[in-house]
Structures are given as structure tokens and as C-alpha cells.
């Protein structure tokens, strides 16, 4: 009988969202599977009862008159030829894909982040083995954004393999958009949780500093501090993309089905949020990453990391005040 389901919904995948199409769907749905149970009481395996039952019912051309929907079927609400249908093996790929380059994506930033620790270590240490330090700590400050380019660039790379799937119409049949809505419901949990993890990180990514710099007033225990700091955001930053790389994924291939008709799953997009005001608009988008910009220029000029935690209360309710405006 699921055969037969998921056969019924690729018949009417191509048609509009509208009443008379699903009291069409519906109307076929109930007579193929009172055929269906007609022929398994009158003795049929179930693989030919299904054959039997698409063999009669599995026509929608020659059915769409008794059903009501011959001039939507032979309208324009149909789907365009040109539009590209992405195979289960595809969505499989493209996940693993997505997962896999939010994982080398996320890696890279974390070295971007992180790259500065060397030369700020070697800043502390004493005179006589402070040049040795420094280049040590010049050497890993190159090496680390040579390699996040190196991360990043090959990951757009591999994705760009994907590109198809922005630039030109795509849709997933019933089966698959219902494996994909699966997978970001079972994934939901995970998410969830790294999305915790990485915020406790940010929120407690000051205390080691503060910690060491109470114990003892040394510019080595600061350089440490800061270094466990930036490794802390690091890893924070790389959770968020990695989990974001894979959820994205399952939200674009469900974005491909559009609500207007009846392909089954679909992702309802969030609507922009539009300020009233250009300037608004404009600067919304980034409030966040020019916040985190201010907060590590203070913290850094000033090494108040005591003090300046501060910032990011008075930056949440300034974004709540200006977004209910």
C-alpha cells in the first residue's frame, strides 16, 4: 500500500496546492485502495495487486475528466519541463556534502580565530627568549591562515558542484522530501544541543582569564587567558558552522518544493524582517558580528575582559528594543 501512496502523490506532484486537486488526490487515493483491498481478498499477492491497481488507476490523462481536473491538468499551474528533479542518491550526496564542508569551513575559521594566540604568547614571555617565541609564534600565525584559506577554498570548491541547485529550478519527488524532512526532524535534538554548547562557550570564554589573572598578575598568565579565550570562541564559532552547514542542507532541498503545489514536504521560509528604515535594513544583518567586533577591540585594548562582558546584555536588549519598533 505505501507503493501505491507514493505513487499517487508523484501522479499529482506536478499540480497546484488548490481544494479541487486534493479532493481529486483524495477521491483516486480511496478508489485505488478499495481496488487494492478487492484484489487481496479475492486472493492476489500484494506485489500484484499494486502492478494491477497502477496498471487501472495509474493514468492521470485518461482519469483527469471523471475526476474534474482535466483543465487544470492541461492548464499552465503545472510544472515547466526545464525544471530539474534532484534523485534520492543526489540529496544523499549533497548532504553528506553540505556536513562535511560546514565541518572544513568551521575548522578553518576556528584557525583564523585562534592564529593570533601565537604571537600574543610569545608577546609575554621574558627578554631573553622572547625573539625565538616570537618567530615560533609568527611561524603559527601563517601556518594557520595559510591553512584556513587552504579549508575554506576547498570547501567552496566542492559545494560549487551544488551550485545548480540556486541557479536553476530543482524539485525532490514525495519519497525523498519526506526521507529529507525526516532526517531535520531526528536531527532537531543535535542541533539544539550544539547550539547550547557553543553558547555556553561564548558566555564562559572570558573566566580563565579573569581566573589566572586573579591567582597572579603576570603578562604571561594573560597571554594564556587570552589564548584559552580565542581557542574557546574558536570552538564555539566551529560548532555553530558545522551544525549549520548540515541543517542548512535540509532546509534548502525542502525550500526546492514550493507550497503552491503538491509535492508534499516543504520548508515555509521565514520572511525577511523589514525595519522601515534604510539605515536599518542596511545595518540589522551585521548587528551581531559588529557587536562581537566591538566587544574583542575593547577587551583587547583594554584587558577590562572583567568588565567588557557587559556589552553583550546591553547589545540583546538594544536588538529587542529596535526589532519591535
Known amino acids: 500500500m505505501e507503493t501505491i501512496h507514493n505513487y499517487l502523490e508523484s501522479m499529482f506532484a506536478r499540480l497546484p496546492n488548490t481544494q479541487e486537486v486534493i479532493r481529486a488526490k483524495c477521491e483516486l487515493g480511496q478508489m485505488m485502495e478499495d481496488k487494492y483491498s478487492e484484489l487481496i481478498e479475492a486472493g492476489k499477492s500484494d506485489n500484484e495487486a ?39 542518491n543526489e540529496v544523499h550526496s549533497y548532504i553528506y556534502d553540505a556536513a562535511f564542508c560546514g565541518l572544513l569551513r568551521g575548522f578553518g575559521i576556528f584557525l583564523a580565530i585562534i592564529c593570533s594566540s601565537g604571537p600574543i604568547l610569545a608577546a609575554t614571555y621574558h627578554a631573553s627568549s622572547a625573539k625565538g617565541a616570537m618567530t615560533a609564534g609568527l611561524v603559527f600565525l601563517f601556518c594557520s591562515i595559510a591553512a584556513a584559506v587552504a579549508l575554506l577554498t576547498y570547501s567552496a570548491l566542492r559545494m560549487g558542484r551544488w ?96 507550497s503552491q503545489k503538491m509535492d508534499g514536504h516543504y520548508y515555509k521560509e521565514q520572511k525577511k524582517v523589514h525595519y522601515g528604515n534604510r539605515f536599518l535594513d542596511a545595518v540589522m544583518p551585521v548587528y551581531w558580528p559588529t557587536v562581537s567586533c566591538v566587544y574583542l577591540i575593547i577587551s583587547f585594548l583594554t584587558f577590562r575582559w572583567d568588565i567588557t562582558w557587559i556589552i553583550w546584555p546591553i547589545a540583546a536588549v538594544a536588538y529587542n528594543l529596535i526589532r519591535n519598533l
Not at 56 to 77: C, P, Q, R, V
Not at 163 to 189: E, Q
Not at 226 to 254: H, Q
Request: proline residues 2%.
Open 50 to 88: 499494486v502492478a494491477q491497481v497502477i496498471a487501472e488507476f495509474g493514468n492521470l490523462e485518461e482519469l483527469s475528466d471523471a475526476l474534474g481536473i482535466s483543465h487544470i491538468l492541461h492548464g499552465d499551474n503545472v510544472y515547466a519541463d526545464n525544471i530539474r528533479q534532484i534523485t534520492e
Open 163 to 258: 551550485s545548480f541547485i540556486r541557479r536553476m529550478p530543482c524539485s525532490i519527488d514525495y519519497s525523498t522530501a519526506g526521507m529529507v524532512n525526516d532526517g531535520l526532524r531526528n536531527s532537531h535534538g543535535s542541533f539544539v544541543l550544539q547550539r547550547t554548547i557553543a553558547v555556553l562557550l561564548f558566555c564562559s570564554c572570558y573566566i580563565p582569564l579573569i581566573v589566572l589573572d586573579y591567582i597572579d598578575d603576570d603578562p604571561v598568565n594573560s597571554g594564556i587567558g587570552v589564548t584559552i579565550l580565542l581557542f574557546m570562541v574558536g570552538i564555539a564559532v566551529w560548532i555553530l558552522v558545522a551544525a549549520a552547514g548540515r541543517e542548512k542542507s535540509y532546509i534548502t532541498l525542502l525550500g526546492l518544493n514550493s
